[in-house]
């Protein structure tokens, strides 16, 4: 916690106009870092989704301009304490469904695809890596988009997992292609089908999680990790690139598999919505304590 406090004390906050996501940036070490605290809910809301593309369009224009500062790397994390992401705006998703409003409710996950591409084709710049650092619970959406990064950090005791299947629906927005990419589309249907939240360190052993951090060191393994990188970003670059070409993760792959998500989540029945709405209910009950917990700890 420490080192997380010096972090954001040396860095300055980018200037912007975002409301559910702050961004640093390192020159000396490359890295752009981008904390989401989206609300009512940590969970990606139509507002993080346009911030966090629009944070990765700016990343872009800094990389293309020859007078800019280089970027070599960018970190998703969360400003939420004990929560990376809870996922999908589920509340959102029962509006749409509730409406039989099948367009709303395929442009939100073609948004949500859209942002995941960019931290997995590492916003189409073959000399950048994105990663994402996972501190408490990323479930659903969340987890996905963990799994999209080229390199997931994660600290022992977080729990990640996908539990769509409580709902009788699936994660369609990048589990199956991301998941089975690191542990073969077997196991990563047995993860889906299970709907159990994974320890960090069960998800490491099984090949999902690339860092394994001590609790409350997740930045300082990521800038370790940068280090390593940068002794041999040569061949690491290469090897991602040889990988990108043998095991592909094509956004037309990613968009026909949310389009079956999105006439799966039309199908549901009234049990299956019951569902949904007690989770969104458990949601917000857990963002409120995390929310009064944090504001109690700056206060101290």
Known sequence: MAYLQAVRTTLQPQQNAYTQLTTYFDPHSR??????????????????????LAWGKDLVARIDDP????VGYFVIASNVPDIFSLGGDLNLFLQHIAARDRDALYRYAVSCVDCSYAVHSHLNRPNVTSIALVQGQA???G????????????????????PE?????????????????RVGHHLAEKIIR????YLAEELYDMGV??????????????????????????????????REVSQPAPYDELIRITEIWVDAALRLEAKDLRMMERLVSRQTG???????AGSHSLSA
């Open 31 to 52: 890295i752009a870092w981008g904390y989401m605290h989206a609300e009512p809910r940590p969970c990606f809301t139509p507002t993080l989704l346009k911030e966090l």
């Open 209 to 242: 999680v690339d860092i394994l951090a001590e609790p409350g060191e997740g930045e300082l393994a990521v800038h370790d990790y940068v280090r390593r990188e940068e002794k041999s970003r040569n061949g690491i670059l290469a090897l991602r690139a040889a």
């Open 143 to 162: 987890f996905e988009s963990a799994l999209a990064a080229n390199v997931l950090v994660a600290e022992r005791g977080a729990k990640m997992g996908l």
């Open 286 to 292: 857990k963002a409120e304590t995390r929310s009064e």
């Open 194 to 197: 299970s709907g159990k939240l």
């Open 165 to 181: 299947i409580l709902f009788n629906l699936f994660p369609g927005m990048g589990a199956m292609t991301f998941l089975g990419r």
């Open 139 to 141: 479930l659903g959406g």
């Open 67 to 70: 007078d800019g500062t280089d």
